[in-house]
């Protein structure tokens, strides 16, 4: 393993759909990285674009919606009706609604999803990092363990 090969999975990692799901097994099948190196690399990989989300998002936002332009107009739209969507299911779980939604290793969910949500319903950035920070954890280790039994399943011998 070369120093470039980390560089690989912390970018794979900072992709907004792949995420830590497209890290973990490109780490272990294609840059034959063990699984105790590839889960950390990728969770930190994964959560560097969670910082700059949760603490600039607010300010861009702020700024577009401050005055009349169609960008502005669309983010309030956006707010308004997943706010109308999502709010039961976020009364109904509180904040810990932001851990299931990461921790779930299919598309549409994870890190970036969640800082959008945490933005969306006024989680204050320290608790939303925490709460991230949980469910990639979660979701490194559900998406690791499918990866290394795949990866036992294909190399073992059909005989035995």
Do not use: C, Q
Not at 2 to 23: F, T, Y
Not at 114 to 120: C, D, Q, R
């Amino acid at each position: 393993m070369n120093p470039s090969d980390i560089i690989v999975i912390l970018l794979a990692a900072m992709i907004p759909i792949g995420e830590l799901r497209l890290a973990i097994p490109l780490a272990i099948f294609s840059l034959n990285m063990a699984w105790y190196i590839a889960l950390p690399v990728a969770f930190v990989g994964n959560l560097l674009p969670v910082l700059i989300i949760i603490v600039s998002l607010d300010r861009i936002a702020n700024f577009f919606t401050g005055f009349e332009n169609p960008l502005g107009s669309l983010i309030l739209w956006y707010k308004r009706r997943n706010l109308d969507v999502h709010s039961n299911k976020f009364k109904k779980y509180g904040p810990f609604a932001l851990i299931i939604l990461v921790a779930i290793p299919l598309p549409m969910t994870g890190a970036w999803t969640g800082s959008f949500a945490a933005w969306l319903f006024g989680i204050p950035n320290r608790k939303a990092f925490i709460l991230i920070s949980i469910g990639l954890v979660i979701a490194g280790l559900i998406v690791t363990m499918i990866s290394v039994a795949g990866f036992t399943f294909l190399i073992s011998d059909p005989r035995v």
